[in-house]
């Protein structure tokens, strides 16, 4: 299974009392953000994080085998599944799937992707350019993307991981 991509540059800025146990909890500073341990996300020129509004982009149209399904052994789009999800809405961009984020007390990360369904193009979330977003309390890595689509037919394409960020302006 491919390793996720992160290498730890966007570690919490602040400090508080529970640092020393590790935990990163920030009182009025940085917003908590914590980036899945062995993530290494893409990165510009000079090694700044790539940005979204507040959000790093974590990972691009990142693909896995699929491991059953109809669609077993073919390499195809895969979207986050963790406990720590929390809705989802619809979109037709990004910068809106992150602002849908912002208005969400406790949301901290955004996979955005298409989920695509060729005989369900009359469901809105299967409708061509209809961008999916999935929101979650905690940012999660690609050892989560396990959702490859399949369940009803279709497939997931262009899935893209965001998590707020300190690094990013916020």
């Given at each position: 299974?491919?390793?996720?991509?992160?290498?730890?540059?966007?570690?919490?800025?602040?400090?508080?009392?529970?640092?020393?146990?590790?935990?990163n909890?920030?009182?009025?500073?940085?917003?908590?953000t914590?980036?899945?341990?062995?993530?290494?996300?893409?990165?510009?020129?000079?090694?700044?994080?790539?940005?979204?509004?507040?959000?790093?982009?974590?990972?691009?149209?990142?693909?896995?085998?699929?491991?059953?399904?109809?669609?077993?052994?073919?390499?195809?789009?895969?979207?986050?599944?963790?406990?720590?999800?929390?809705?989802?809405?619809?979109?037709?961009?990004?910068?809106?799937?992150l602002?849908?984020?912002?208005?969400?007390?406790?949301?901290?990360?955004?996979?955005?992707?298409?989920?695509?369904?060729?005989?369900?193009?009359?469901?809105?979330?299967?409708?061509?350019?209809?961008?999916?977003?999935?929101?979650?309390?905690?940012c999660?890595?690609?050892?989560?993307?396990?959702?490859?689509?399949?369940?009803?037919?279709?497939?997931?394409?262009?899935?893209?991981?965001?998590?707020?960020?300190?690094?990013?302006?916020?």
């Amino acid at each position: 299974m491919p390793q996720p991509l992160w290498d730890g540059g966007d570690s919490v800025k602040c400090k508080s009392i529970f640092s020393r146990f590790g935990l990163n909890i920030c009182f009025g500073g940085n917003k908590f953000t914590n980036l899945p341990w062995g993530c290494k996300p893409p990165t510009s020129g000079g090694n700044q994080p790539v940005c979204d509004l507040t959000y790093q982009v974590q990972y691009v149209d990142y693909k896995i085998v699929a491991p059953n399904g109809h669609l077993q052994g073919q390499t195809v789009g895969s979207a986050t599944q963790d406990p720590s999800y929390m809705t989802y809405t619809l979109a037709n961009n990004v910068d809106d799937c992150l602002r849908a984020c912002d208005g969400i007390e406790g949301c901290k990360f955004v996979n955005t992707y298409y989920d695509t369904n060729a005989d369900q193009e009359d469901v809105p979330k299967h409708a061509p350019g209809v961008l999916t977003c999935a929101m979650f309390s905690k940012c999660v890595g690609t050892e989560q993307n396990n959702n490859f689509g399949g369940q009803d037919g279709g497939q997931i394409y262009n899935s893209n991981g965001y998590c707020k960020s300190g690094a990013c302006g916020q």
